[in-house]
């Protein structure tokens, strides 16, 4: 089983930042091709936000609504990755949680929650003046 654990949530005014990161461990062999960042708000259905090649064959792919706000890179350490969150803004209040995908990533993926297997337990992000 692949784990994942993300952290680096808090509370920011508008226009703040934040950088969180997803720590992934456990058995990914043939399980982690794909790492992709979804938030969740109260009410509101899973959003996905960012998604990432593990070998970064391809760009990131970001959602509409935080492309050139966040950034999805992945660290030179084995199976970290961090996503910068920048001008802030209270539609970005959500619970943020990475997961993995055990295919490439495709242009889909941002609205195909069900092909990521493997879940963290998501970090919060508060947004408010």
């Known amino acids: 089983q692949v784990r994942l654990v993300e952290s680096g949530g808090g509370s920011v005014q508008p226009g703040g930042s934040l950088r969180l990161s997803c720590a992934v461990s456990?058995?990914?062999?043939?399980?982690?091709?794909?790492l992709g960042w979804f938030r969740q708000a109260p009410g509101k259905r899973r959003e996905g936000i960012a998604t990432?090649?593990?070998?970064?064959?391809?760009?990131?792919r970001y959602a509409d609504s935080v492309k050139g706000r966040f950034t999805l890179s992945k660290d030179s350490a084995e199976n970290l990755f961090w996503l910068q969150l920048n001008n802030l803004q209270p539609e970005d209040t959500a619970l943020y949680y990475c997961?993995?995908?055990?295919?490439?990533?495709?242009?889909?993926?941002?609205?195909?929650?069900?092909?990521?297997?493997?879940w963290g337990q998501g970090t919060e992000v508060t947004v408010s003046s």
């Open positions: 997961a993995a995908s055990p295919k490439s990533c495709y242009s889909w993926f941002l609205e195909s929650p069900g092909e990521f297997d493997d």
């Open positions: 456990g058995n990914t062999y043939g399980r982690f091709d794909c």
């Open positions: 990432i090649d593990t070998d970064l064959s391809f760009e990131p």
